[in-house]
């Protein structure tokens, strides 16, 4: 076998069989097949598609490429939930806890936050003491004990794809439908769980801006899970505009805290229950979506989610006086206002621009090596289909610099103000199984 014929084959958008697969996976790995090669057959593929077949085979052979995760020795259904990535995205934290005090078992790898996402593990770190290292052992004796554990990403997960990826990023061929879904799913595959409920986001803080492309996303994934034997679930959620009010990293975690709390009930307690339902119902704790949200409510607001929250974080290290007393998480120096200009309704919302204001603040990550601010961040004070007169604060920066007319522009820009009245967005578009 020969990868220019590879490479040949799907530029003539003839369909690649399992063998040709595995071939250029394993060669490239084996540094064999050069960078140059895999980039034509990138862009090959960008062009011509992959079959449904094809893609399964593609994440097949990258999960092969590396550590599959054992979980057996974790009694019960494990379920593993995934969001493709947004702003103000904590639902982890309400999720996590939340089917844990539902009986199902949480074993959570998660990864840190790049760009205008943040990441769950960034935002554990904001509990004075937690701890997103774990050994193995620890891992599985705290999911068995806990219901929930969440790590940073280790072992050698899907290393194909890293290596695919890095590629994509710097040959203009991350955009394309088939090498997104099986990059993602490879590393949920190889995570180790026996479902995976994935979170697609779609507006303009998403990946996928259009609910046509989110859709056909979410269809590819759920086939490729189906097709290597994992029960798969997709929810479409709005990501049109951060997610809840909050984008940082103390402030996401206050704010997941409080939905435990039963103290605000909005978009974000809404998703975390749909996306909570569906993991229960796939792992068989509840038969049917009306009595698992019922149940899920319920769990919320007799307090046994929260108690969940407060065990894990104990059992991670993590100093629970901080979520008894939310005051004393990581804070700002300075709280700066942005104001409307004009008077009207919200229609609509960079979310994107929203979550690069937060980076600038120091809440993310412009490169990998840049270090996180876990105090700084921003709080929506309007919504869309909310009202302004002008003058009105839409926003709060919280911020450890005095001097931030910049990054409130951008913040100010990310809003549009029009005269006629705007509608509230809806959370969840559509649900692909
Ligand atoms: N996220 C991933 O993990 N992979 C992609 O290709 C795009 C987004």
Known sequence: MRMVDIIAKKRNGESLDEKEIAFFIENYMAGVIPDYQ??????AIYYQGMSQEETAYLTKHMVASGDIIDLSPIKGHKVDK?????????????VGPLVAAAGLPVAKMSGRGLGHTGGTIDKLESIPGFRVELSNQQFIDNVNTYKLAVVGQTGNLAPADKKLYALR??????????????????????????????DVKTGSGAFMKTLENSKKLAEEMVTIGKQLNRNTIAVISDMNQPL????????????????LQGKRIDDLRELAIELAAHMTI?????????EATSSLNELIDNGEALKCFKNFVKAQNGDVSVIEDLTKLPTSQYKIPVKAEQQGYIHEMEADQIGIAAMHLGAGRAT?????????????????GDFVNAGDTIAILNSDQQQVDEIASIVKDAYTIKEEKANKRKMIYEVIK
């Open 38 to 43: 895999v980039s034509a057959l990138m862009m």
């Open 82 to 94: 995934h969001s493709t990535g947004g702003v103000g995205d904590k639902t982890t934290f309400i």
């Open 169 to 198: 990023d710097v040959t203009a061929t991350v955009d394309s439908l088939p090498l997104i879904a099986s990059s993602i799913m490879s590393k949920k595959i190889a995570s180790g769980a026996d479902s995976i409920i994935l």
């Open 244 to 259: 809840g009010f909050e984008i940082g990293n103390a402030s996401e975690v206050k704010e997941a805290v409080e939905i």
């Open 282 to 290: 796939v792992a068989g704790v509840y038969s049917d979506y009306v």
């Open 368 to 384: 990998k090596e840049d270090k996180i601010n876990h105090g700084v961040g921003i709080t929506l004070k309007k919504k869309i």
